[in-house]
């Protein structure tokens, strides 16, 4: 794996994507605190950097399939935050129009194709978008993600094969937060690393700190790379780790609170914005700015969620085919 | 097998569903198949349906590994990007493998997405029981998929129908299950007509008749029609319904005939508890309770594994005798 150093536009580009995923996660935790939101969520906070950097290669064409914790991934690849918060909040203004919440995130016209609430789904999915583009003759690629804990699970491993031997345009992106919901990784996972894995399907298997940026984006790009010149499939294992637990709500007495402790004590966020400082990459004020625009689309998607129609009851009727059933 | 040839007046199933795979690669490019053992060299399809697909088509028609969560997953995403993917497993207690990408993806992601996607997918897929298959090769499960919001269920029983149907399940833009009967596969009929497509969720009336309303699909109208025509000869006259689409059920067609006859028997090779029987009874006992001559009656298969052995096959198995003594239950 080679590693690339983006240029400034682009770390700044991934810091704005982190930066509206923290924000975002932030803000949506407050308002069910608060009481004013009410959902089974996912938090993907101390993730962010992994959809952050992968997405900066990516174009609108580009497919991406998901999981329930993945609104990080979905607001990365371009779902609009306002379009997101009202789907959140089971508006009929949401993305899904409110039936499909925060594990079935969908926006196709930024290639957001699929989120799946099952563990290990989104990988036979991605194989059949890879499909598409591959006998389409198109240049398009398709991200799947998925957890440490969906790798022990069947459709991994029939994708993985399907993938490899049909030359799938897929990256598999193994977001390693290192617990199974409440198992962590060594009670449930027979190898020391997840992409070691790929060594039985004849792939290339990257193991990635998915906390760090340029590693990131290096990993990334040689997946995409490799993907869009027709060479095949490649697992990426990136490291990375949940603040928020598997739910919120989950207190996390599973975890011991020393490596809890290190884990935050490493946030990538944080750390990430003191390093474009110290590089020079940019400066406070930019990175203030971009703080403060964000702070105010966000202001603006939760007042769109709030103050947007719930939906109407006759939706129930729509959808479940072209037709509208009786 | 080119659209030049001249039909021939009787064909069977088999090459009515390979007609029609034919027909519908040709007609669009969105059109690909895959399943195990589907392409030309590893044989067309373990009863030669996709014959010359592969051969014609090149990479739209792939045999996969045996991997049906994998491929039925491929389906689904193929097919929220516009493809028409014709999926074949290869026997229906297969699905069992496959179900989380069928009825948690196939049937709910339009939904889901709020209409931002739909899947527009067939699942192919053969059964029955009467040829020693056993426990795991038999069963009829589609009262499974039709308790499934969001995917429709077809069945066929004749060429004719085979190929109408499935060139309309392809065309559908929502996920269609495709269930095909081993015995009805050999079974000689008329020819369809290349080209003419039948709409799904609309029966057919087999045979008009005014005592009893006889209620089958699949295999169980190869054994109706008989027992219909020998009650003929005694003067009881039976109304025999196709369903062809099991999901949407034909409630039109279902109630129009119940209302002349009053008397309804439903026949099908599914074991009975929970299935559609019960399902086309209630129906029919909450739209027209008052005008039914006697309780709508169920003939289906035992309520067990399907067995091995040739006698336990049969007990399994309704008879015509149980279809028989059914239509004399609702006329005694």
């Known amino acids: 794996m080679n590693t690339y150093q983006p240029d400034s536009e682009t770390l700044v580009d991934i810091y704005r994507k982190m930066t509206l995923i923290k924000q975002s996660d932030d803000r949506v935790i407050g308002a069910m605190k608060a009481g004013r939101m009410r959902m089974p969520y996912y938090s993907a906070r101390g993730q962010e950097c992994i959809p952050a950097a992968i997405s900066v290669l990516l174009t609108d064409e580009d497919y991406l399939v998901t999981i329930y914790r993945g609104v990080h991934d979905m607001l990365a690849k371009g779902l609009p935050a306002k379009l997101l918060w009202a789907e959140l909040a089971g508006k009929a203004t949401g993305s899904c129009k409110g039936k499909g919440g925060p594990m079935h995130l969908t926006y196709p016209s930024k290639g957001c194709m699929v989120t799946t609430g099952i563990v290990g789904s989104s990988m036979p999915i991605a194989c059949g978008l890879g499909l598409a583009s591959q006998l389409r003759g198109e240049k398009r690629v398709t991200i799947a993600n998925f957890g440490d804990g969906a790798s022990n699970i069947g459709a991994f491993h029939e994708s993985l094969n399907l993938a490899a031997v049909w030359k799938l345009p897929v990256i598999f992106v193994c977001q390693n937060n290192q617990y199974a919901e409440h198992t962590s990784y060594s009670k449930g996972t027979s190898v020391a690393k997840i992409s070691d894995r790929a060594v039985s399907y004849c792939i290339p298997g990257l193991h990635v700190d998915g906390n760090d940026p340029i590693a990131m984006y290096s990993a990334a790009k040689t997946a995409i790379e490799r993907a869009r010149s027709g060479e095949g499939p490649t697992l990426i294992e990136a490291m990375t780790f949940r603040f928020n637990g598997h739910l919120i709500g989950d207190m996390g007495e599973y975890i011991p609170k020393a490596e809890y402790a290190a884990a935050v004590a490493a946030d990538p966020y944080p750390k990430y914005r003191s390093w474009l400082l110290e590089t020079k990459q940019a400066s406070e004020a930019d990175l203030d700015a971009i703080d403060l625009a964000i702070r105010a689309e966000i202001d603006e998607a939760e007042a769109f969620a709030m103050s947007s129609p719930p939906p109407d009851a006759i939706e129930v009727k729509r959808d479940v085919y072209a037709y509208e059933i009786a | 097998m080119s659209t030049e040839t001249k039909a021939p007046a009787n064909i069977n199933l088999i090459q009515a569903l390979n007609w029609a795979l034919h027909d519908a690669m040709e007609a669009d490019e969105n059109v690909i198949v895959f399943g195990e053992e589907v392409a030309d060299p590893e044989g067309g399809g373990v009863v030669k349906i996709s014959s010359g697909l592969s051969t014609k088509y090149g990479s739209r028609v792939r045999s996969t590994p045996i991997s049906e969560m994998g491929f039925m997953g491929a389906a689904v995403g193929a097919a929220v990007v516009g493809m028409k993917p014709v999926v074949e497993i290869m026997l229906m207690n297969f699905v069992a493998v496959c179900m989380d990408q069928i009825t948690n993806h196939a049937a709910k992601l339009r939904f889901m997405s709020g209409g931002q996607t739909h899947v527009p997918m067939v699942i192919r897929t053969m059964t029955g029981s009467g040829i020693q298959n056993g426990g795991q090769h038999s069963d009829f499960l589609e009262a499974w998929f039709c308790h499934t919001p969001g995917i429709k269920v077809v069945m ?46 609309k029966a057919r009336i087999h045979k008009a008749g005014t005592d009893v309303t006889v209620i089958g699909y699949s295999r169980s109208m190869l054994d109706i029609p008989p027992v219909a025509a020998k009650l003929q000869a005694e003067g009881i006259s039976c109304e025999v319904i196709d369903l062809r689409t099991v999901s949407p059920l034909d409630m039109e067609t279902i109630l129009t005939s119940v209302k002349k006859t009053g008397r309804v028997v439903v026949v099908h090779e599914a074991v009975k508890s929970f299935g559609v029987g019960a399902e086309i009874s209630a129906r029919i006992h909450e739209a027209l309770f008052k005008e039914l001559k006697a309780p709508v009656q169920r003939v289906a298969s035992n309520d067990s594994p399907v067995p091995y052995a040739p006698p336990l096959e049969a007990a399994f198995l309704y008879s015509h005798a149980d279809i028989e003594a059914a239509i004399r239950r609702t006329l005694a």
């Not at chain 2, 309309?168 to 020819?191: C, M, N, Q, R, T």
């Open chain 2, 156 to 201: 066929p029983s004749n060429p004719v129908d085979g190929y109408g149907l499935l060139r309309s399940a392809i065309d559908d833009p929502d996920p269609v299950l495709f269930v095909e009967h081993l015995k009805s596969y050999f079974a000689p009929g008329i020819a369809p007509e290349r080209g003419s497509k039948i709409p799904l969720g």
